[in-house]
Nanobody, 123 residues
Framework: QVQLVESGGGLVQAGGSLSLSCTASASTSVKLIMGWFRQAPGKEREFVGA????????IYGDSVKGRFTISRDNAKNMVTLQMTGLKSEDTAVYFC????????????????WGQGTQVTVSS
């Protein structure tokens, strides 16, 4: 069983930057593809991005492409979501997720989830 804990959420002004971190409980995190999703009130959970096991490749949702960057440090069992150029529509609860499967951009492919962290962007 893998536990994921997010940190770094908060309130930021539009145009600003924020970094979220996700720490996995197990040293086997190197075997996991890591992803980020978000969910705004009244909306479906949305794919933000994901990164391969080695960290050599990442993919992003269209709404964040060019503004958000995912990186990972397998020695620390940690994944980071760097967010820049934040907009009010980025306001949501952000979830870290992990899968032992292939590279997915849909939430139901992920077996492990964090509790989520709130990001609020004020305009």
């Amino acid at each position: 069983q893998v536990q994921l804990v997010e940190s770094g959420g908060g309130l930021v002004q539009a145009g600003g930057s924020l970094s979220l971190s996700c720490t996995a409980s197990a040293s086997t995190s190197v075997k996991l593809i890591m992803g980020w999703f978000r969910q705004a009130p009244g909306k479906e959970r949305e794919f933000v991005g994901a990164i391969t096991r080695s960290g050599g490749r990442s993919i992003y949702g269209d709404s964040v492409k060019g503004r958000f960057t995912i990186s990972r440090d397998n020695a620390k069992n940690m994944v980071t979501l760097q967010m820049t150029g934040l907009k009010s529509e980025d306001t949501a609860v952000y979830f870290c997720a992990a899968t032992e499967g292939d590279f997915y951009d849909v939430s139901n492919r992920y077996e492990y989830w964090g509790q989520g962290t709130q990001v609020t962007v004020s305009s």
